[in-house]
């Protein structure tokens, strides 16, 4: 028997030796940047088998078992540096990876334009990404802040009671849809959302796209999207604690903890603001009195959570929940109080590599209140209630060809006193659409999409087009487009009744049509090494834009729909960064609104805009500094405004001034996860001759010094 047993050893000794050595063959190696430093979570995989693949560990190490002993393809991507290919040889065994930075971006993932992720290079429709990093240098609060630095075209002013209105390149607030996490908000005062709410602690990147976007978002998404995307924990643990302080007793605390433990990944921001009155005066230094004489002071709180469960690598659940406190002092006795409540459920399923599935619900509940300190009354006069239900399909027929099909639903509630006698209203909302994403040649894109939305309370019911498409050449992309726009009146709209403090009424229309537009643009982009060249031109027809306008017989302000209006533009962006950490960009931004006279519209969108930054970075071992100067240039606008409002013949032309401002920005890593910020504002002491409206409300220039604390970078 041993005997036996002896041969049969032999034996199957001799059989493992003949098999293929491929049948053993393990490839590994390290991804390290420039500096030689190891990237930890950088994914390594075979491009004919992307099955086959790993992150890098804590030294950025990886090791992957392939199946036989051909030749093949190993990419290596990481975000912020540009993904890498090499060809592996047969037999060979290690390969070592140096990633070079992406200075420009072009790699970052984006989904906004195309609601399936895509790298921004090869996004069809022109998007723009605001980073994590450019963030940080421009130590932004919250979305307002940011647009206004990075953005050219789009300005942020004040309106009746010092309410913020939006202006980006002729549409307004109620035309640009804001989105986090690609869930809409609710609330608006003045057809503005509440942007305070939106902050920008724990956020990975911003991503905006101009022009009409209805064909996969529906209402209010005429003018373009502004989607505002989380992080999401990559390491076992994280704890950011900041805080800033500034002049006019600005202040801001904040802090976020992560955690991924196993199949849980989870993130909880908390922040708080403040900021005293500014006095500004009552008569501006050309000898007029000011549209204002004190900017009001507020206070927020915002809580934010998410938990992400992955009980497979098919499935992936999220949950999320919000809440956001805001109060403004009025005056000494009467504050204004604003509320939101939020949370959410979404599960994304991976059928096969070819198939998914995401399933979501979204709650936002937005409320206004008058509070009086002297009888420590809170009167709540105002509740938006949005529940919504949505469900996205996309199917990959190969990697050239992606179908993508959808549709939410939405009940909308709104409590207002604007209403008579602080009435409610309620509307649903259903729509469906379809995009296909197709690659006939290579270099060639071509995306189409439609939607069809229903209104219930409006009646109204739209069929949305888009189709866009791209074209490389060499290092050029050539990208044009046609888009439908849709815009149903709101329940405000429709049904309001409201005395503008016993000067006027303004009534609803609920015979209103919605707003449409036909929006075609073409763009041209080089890219190369550390430049990109941005050139894109527009031009938008706009019918049917609600606005209100003088009812004689009524003697008051009434919703309305206007004749036909054109907006047209030129959108042109320069960037570089080079090796020795010296980087520049420059964005310029050209509109031009055409209104038929006698229409109840005047234009205040001002036709030139420039935004700039130049930054130098310089890193060592245990210290690093960033120097960023952020300009911005905004050019006169002059408007006719009516002089009567029961008028629209009479009108007396004003201008408004041009201004710029320069915001020093130098950010300090003291040590491992130490930062401090120093900012300088208004660095060139500008204040206006005359506080408008439309003007800064800068007294001259301000000061803030902040600190970021990474703690478990500390450890």
């Known amino acids: 028997m041993r005997k036996i047993l002896t041969v049969l050893c032999v034996t199957a000794g001799y059989c493992l030796a003949a098999l293929p050595a491929s049948a053993q063959r393990i490839v590994m190696g390290k991804v390290v940047d420039a500096d030689n430093e190891p990237l930890a979570g950088a994914a390594v995989f075979v491009k004919e088998q992307k099955t086959i693949g790993m992150t890098t560990d804590m030294e950025g190490n990886y090791r992957l078992r392939l199946p036989d002993d051909k030749e093949y393809t190993l990419q290596a991507s990481y975000l912020g540096y540009v993904t890498q290919s090499c060809r592996l040889a047969s037999r060979q065994t290690k390969k070592d990876f140096i990633m070079e930075e992406d200075a420009i971006g072009m790699e970052t993932v984006v989904v906004t334009g195309t609601r399936t992720p895509k790298l921004l290079k090869d996004v069809p429709i022109a998007t723009r990404v605001i980073t994590a990093d450019d963030i940080r240098r421009t130590d932004a609060t919250h979305i307002g802040d940011l647009l206004q630095a990075e953005l050219p075209g789009i300005e942020f002013s004040y309106s009746m009671d010092q309410q913020v209105s939006l202006n980006m390149q002729g549409f307004g607030g109620n035309a640009i849809l804001f989105l986090v996490d690609g869930e809409r908000l609710a609330g608006e005062t003045l057809d503005n959302i509440d942007y305070t709410r939106l902050n920008l602690d724990n956020v990975e990147r911003v991503e905006i796209v101009k022009g009409a976007a209805s064909s996969l978002y529906g209402s209010n998404a005429v003018g373009g999207v502004v989607n505002i995307i989380s992080k999401e924990a990559s390491e076992p643990w994280t704890l950011n604690l900041n805080g800033r302080y500034g002049s006019h007793n600005d202040q801001r605390y904040g802090g976020t903890v992560t955690f991924k433990a196993g199949d849980f990944n989870n993130s909880i921001n908390i922040q708080h603001t403040s900021t005293d009155p500014i006095e500004v005066g009552s008569i501006g230094k050309d000898g007029e009195e000011n549209d204002f004489s004190k900017v009001y002071g507020n206070r927020t709180w915002n809580f934010k959570e998410r938990l992400i469960y992955m009980p497979s690598d098919k499935l992936k659940l999220t949950g999320r929940l919000g809440y956001f406190f805001r109060e403004r002092d009025k005056s000494a006795s009467a504050k204004d109080r604003y509320r939101d409540f939020s949370g959410g459920l979404k599960g994304n399923y991976s059928f096969r590599k070819s198939n998914s599935l995401e399933l979501s619900y979204s709650f936002d509940q937005y409320d206004k209140s008058d509070y009086d300190a002297t009888q420590n009354l809170d009167m709540r006069d105002y509740t938006n209630v949005q529940h919504t239900v949505r469900a996205l399909y996309s199917h990959s027929f190969n990697k050239n060809n992606t179908l993508t099909v959808g549709g939410d639903f939405m009940r909308d509630y709104l409590m207002s006193y604007q209403f008579t006698d602080n009435g409610s209203y309620e509307q649903y909302t259903a729509d469906a659409f379809a995009q296909y994403d197709w690659s006939p040649v290579k270099n060639f894109n071509i995306l189409t999409s439609v939607r069809y939305d229903y209104f219930s309370e409006a009646k109204a019911q739209n069929f949305s087009p888009k189709v866009n498409f791209m074209y490389k050449l060499g290092n050029c992309s050539l990208r044009a487009s046609y888009a439908g726009g849709f815009r149903a009146p709101t329940l405000k709209e429709m049904y309001m009744d409201f005395n503008m403090a ?200 301000t000061f803030s010094v902040g600190l970021s604390l990474d703690v478990d970078k500390l450890f």
């Open 502 to 701: 016993n000067i006027f009424m303004i009534y609803g229309n609920p015979d209103l049509k919605p707003e449409r537009s036909q929006n075609f643009s073409l763009s041209a982009e080089y890219m190369k090494s550390r430049y990109n060249l941005t050139l894109t031109g527009y031009f938008n027809i706009v019918d049917n834009r609600i606005n209100t306008a003088w009812n004689q017989a009524l003697n008051g302000m009434v919703y309305t729909n206007m004749k036909k209006m054109n907006i047209s533009g030129l959108d042109a962006t320069a960037a570089a960064k080079y090796p020795c950490g010296f980087g520049m960009r420059l964005s310029y931004a050209f509109t031009h609104e055409y209104v038929k006279y006698g229409q109840p519209y005047t234009s205040s969108t001002r036709p030139h805009a420039l935004t700039t930054r130049f930054e130098y970075q310089k890193d060592w071992k245990n210290y690093g500094f960033t120097i960023a100067l952020n300009g911005r240039l905004l050019s006169k606008v002059t408007t006719d405004e009516y002089i009567s409002e029961n008028s629209f013949e009479s009108t007396e032309s004003v201008t408004y001034p041009a201004y710029t401002i320069w915001k020093l920005n130098i950010s300090q890593q003291a040590c491992k996860g130490v930062n401090v910020i120093v900012n300088i504002d208004n660095l060139f002491n500008y204040r206006p001759d005359h506080y408008y409206n439309s003007t800064p409300t800068t007294t001259g220039t």
